[in-house]
């Protein structure tokens, strides 16, 4: 099993910054993904950025490049999202997941219980 702990969420003005962590548990290691998705309001949850553990190879939604960057640090076993010129379209609540067999356009195993950012226009 894997425990996952998202943080980092808030409200913030459009235009501003916000940076998530994800602070992993348990069993899982250099080979896993660790991604982040969000679900808005009355929408199916998508998917917004992941990355290896073993190369920090990055993998975005168009909908993000540019704007967002995901990054790790192995020592702490935490991933992050360093969300920039945020837009009230990106308002969500924004889970972090991990799997062991991930590729783009799938889901993965585990999930936090996720972190609600809200961006006010």
């Known amino acids: 099993q894997v425990q996952l702990v998202e943080s980092g969420g808030g409200l913030v003005q459009a235009g501003g910054s916000l940076r998530l962590s994800c602070a992993a548990s348990?069993?899982?290691?250099?080979?896993?993904?660790m991604g982040w998705f969000r679900q808005a309001p009355g929408k199916e949850r998508e998917f917004v950025a992941a990355i290896q553990w073993s190369d920090g190879i990055p993998y975005y939604a168009d909908s993000v490049k540019g704007r967002f960057t995901v990054s790790r640090d192995n020592a702490k076993n935490t991933v992050y999202l360093q969300m920039n010129s945020l837009k009230s379209e990106d308002t969500a609540v924004y889970y972090c997941a991990t799997d062991s067999n991930w590729s783009p356009g799938r889901g993965m195993d585990y999930w936090g219980k996720g972190t609600l950012v809200t961006v006010s226009s």
């Open positions: 348990g069993r899982f290691s250099i080979w896993y993904t």
